[in-house]
């Protein structure tokens, strides 16, 4: 089992930064790869970037290409995302998601964080 903790949500205001970080701990070695996604209320959870198990390969969401950075450091066994620029629309859940397969579809992560609220004021 893999355990996932995402901190540095909170609420900031439109045109502000955040980096999100997500600890694993439990069975690591068996993750491939992490990802982040959101869900806004009322609305799907949705992809928005992931990043290979040597942190070499990248993917994001097309539209939100520019303004996220995922990234990933093994040694701590924790991944970050960089958010820049951000907007009242970036107000959502963000979670943190490891998957044992090379960029699994949403459905095919393993494992979940709990989540954490970013709220971006205007």
């Known amino acids: 089992q893999v355990q996932l903790v995402e901190s540095g949500g909170g609420l900031v205001q439109a045109g502000g930064s955040l980096r999100l970080s997500c600890a694993a701990s439990g069975r690591t070695e068996s993750i491939s790869t992490m990802g982040w996604f959101r869900q806004a209320p009322g609305k799907e959870r949705e992809f928005v970037a992931a990043v290979s198990r040597s942190g070499g390969r990248t993917r994001y969401a097309d539209l939100l290409q520019g303004r996220f950075t995922i990234s990933r450091d093994n040694a701590k066994n924790t991944v970050y995302l960089q958010i820049n620029s951000l907007k009242p629309e970036d107000t959502a859940v963000y979670y943190c998601?490891?998957?044992?397969?090379?960029?699994?579809?949403?459905?095919?992560?393993?494992?979940w964080g709990q989540g954490t609220q970013v709220t971006v004021s205007s």
């Open positions: 998601a490891a998957g044992r397969r090379w960029f699994p579809t949403t459905h095919e992560y393993d494992y």
